[in-house]
């Protein structure tokens, strides 16, 4: 090689090119572009239990991050967050604490948690609340399970024991948070509801009712009654599941 082929090499070295034989082909294309195909595929073959679940936030992930390898950051987030439930139920300001994400793929990962709440809350609007009462646990657990400040929620329900409303009554602290017999009369009034179901999340992530729970709960009985507005429970919602204060006999 004479001095000019070392001019030539330099020159492509400082204006951050690689060397030829280290440089990939125009044609060539990102390892990652033929993963993507591979999944997609998979997915469409054999349907959601065919993929892990870092595999399917990968999917997602695709639409959010078009040119980059998504398992690393689909892996951290689970790692950092523990299931997929919990990805997306989690805080877009804590999703953005993750190396990779940022404020539009938070927000992404914000529109398919509402979309699946919305989907979940259809399944029991306009029905018998009582005898759908596993898809009304799974939509509690989707809509609270996973905020980090306790809320106070009430399911209004008409004559039939079918929603009329699903409405936050206050948001609480990391442990804590209250709710007022005579606001949940005065709504209650105000939609002519015959019934209503409490709910409230328990950050920690175990739902056992606390005695302050209780004694809230009782209270709310008691000034319901005299308007004949029935308290058909209290449910606690953790991650770790659900504490129902009727089936524990404690109401």
């Given at each position: 090689?004479?001095?000019s082929?070392?001019?030539?090499e330099?020159s ?10 280290a ?6 294309k990102p ?11 998979r997915f ?9 679940d870092y595999?399917?936030?990968e999917?997602?992930l695709f639409?959010s991050?078009?040119?980059a390898d998504?398992?690393?950051?689909a892996?951290a987030?689970?790692?950092?967050f ?9 805080p877009?300001?804590l999703?953005c604490?993750v190396?990779?994400v940022?404020e539009?793929?938070?927000?992404d ?7 699946m709440?919305?989907?979940l809350k259809s399944?029991i609007?306009g029905?018998?609340i009582l005898?759908s009462?596993t898809?009304v646990?799974?939509?509690?657990k ?7 400040r306790?809320?106070f929620r ?13 409405e ?17 009369l005065?709504?209650?009034?105000a939609l ?8 409230h999340?328990?950050?920690?992530g175990d739902?056992?009712?606390s005695?302050a729970?209780?004694?809230m709960t009782?209270?709310i009985i008691?000034?319901?009654?005299p308007s004949?507005i029935?308290?058909?429970?209290h449910v606690?919602?953790g991650k770790?599941?659900?504490a ?8």
């Amino acid at each position: 090689m004479d001095r000019s082929d070392d001019a030539d090499e330099a020159s492509l070295l400082a204006e951050g090119a690689r060397p030829f034989a280290a440089r990939r082909p125009k044609s060539e294309k990102p390892h990652y572009a033929g993963h993507r195909d591979r999944l997609r595929e998979r997915f469409a073959q054999g349907g959601p239990d065919t993929l892990a679940d870092y595999e399917l936030l990968e999917l997602l992930l695709f639409r959010s991050i078009p040119r980059a390898d998504t398992k690393p950051l689909a892996k951290a987030l689970l790692a950092r967050f523990g299931s997929l439930p919990e990805v997306l139920g989690a805080p877009a300001g804590l999703l953005c604490e993750v190396k990779g994400v940022g404020e539009s793929v938070a927000l992404d990962l914000k529109i398919v948690a509402a979309a699946m709440q919305r989907t979940l809350k259809s399944e029991i609007r306009g029905r018998e609340i009582l005898s759908s009462w596993t898809q009304v646990l799974d939509y509690c657990k989707a809509v609270m399970a996973y905020e980090d400040r306790e809320q106070f929620r009430i399911l209004f329900l008409d004559k039939k024991n079918a929603l009329i409303a699903d409405e936050v009554q206050n948001i609480g602290t990391v442990d804590h948070t209250m709710a007022y017999p005579r606001e949940v009369l005065r709504r209650a009034l105000a939609l002519s509801a015959t019934a209503v179901i409490l709910l409230h999340n328990h950050p920690s992530g175990d739902p056992t009712p606390s005695r302050a729970d209780i004694e809230m709960t009782k209270q709310i009985i008691e000034a319901l009654k005299p308007s004949g507005i029935v308290v058909h429970d209290h449910v606690i919602v953790g991650k770790k599941g659900f504490a129902s204060m009727k089936g524990m006999l404690l109401i």
